[in-house]
């Protein structure tokens, strides 16, 4: 059964960092790829990230290049997002997402998505 896990979010002042894993149960990282997505209230759920199946990086919005960074650990089978510089505006649900195949699929076409962890950004 395939089944994504995410943790780590919290509440965090502006300024601040989290790290975000993604544990995935079922399937093995080297087949699929993994995506970051978010979701702020009242917004439309947007992409953050996506590693593929070869390591890849895609950034699907690119004012986060250079403070968020993805990466994995095959050997404990997740998948990793490391917030930094973190502002108000970053508070929302993350989601990760796995698409099976070698690329990062375009927009929100993912086989599997997670339950979502929380993010709040606020003094």
Same mark, same amino acid.
């Given at each position: 059964?395939?089944?994504?896990?995410?943790?780590?979010?919290?509440? %965090?002042?502006?300024?601040?960092?989290?790290?975000?894993?993604?544990?995935?149960?079922?399937?093995?990282?080297?087949? +699929?790829?993994?995506?970051?997505?978010?979701?702020?209230?009242?917004?439309?759920?947007?992409?953050?990230?996506?590693?593929?199946?070869?390591?890849?990086?895609?950034?699907?919005?690119?004012?986060?290049?250079?403070?968020?960074?993805?990466?994995?650990?095959?050997?404990?089978?997740?998948? +990793?997002?490391?917030?930094?510089?973190?502002?108000?505006?970053?508070?929302? %649900? +993350?989601?990760?997402?796995?698409?099976?195949?070698?690329?990062?699929?375009?927009?929100?076409?993912?086989?599997?998505?997670?339950?979502?962890?929380?993010?709040?950004?606020?003094?």
């Amino acid at each position: 059964q395939v089944q994504l896990v995410e943790s780590g979010g919290g509440l %965090v002042q502006p300024g601040g960092s989290l790290r975000l894993s993604c544990a995935a149960s079922g399937f093995a990282l080297d087949a +699929y790829a993994i995506g970051w997505f978010r979701q702020a209230p009242g917004k439309e759920r947007e992409g953050v990230s996506c590693i593929s199946s070869h390591d890849t990086i895609t950034y699907y919005t690119e004012s986060m290049k250079g403070r968020f960074t993805i990466s994995k650990d095959t050997a404990k089978n997740t998948v +990793y997002l490391q917030m930094n510089s973190l502002k108000p505006e970053d508070t929302a %649900v +993350y989601y990760c997402a796995a698409d099976y195949g070698p690329g990062c699929p375009s927009g929100e076409m993912y086989d599997y998505w997670g339950q979502g962890t929380q993010v709040t950004v606020s003094s």
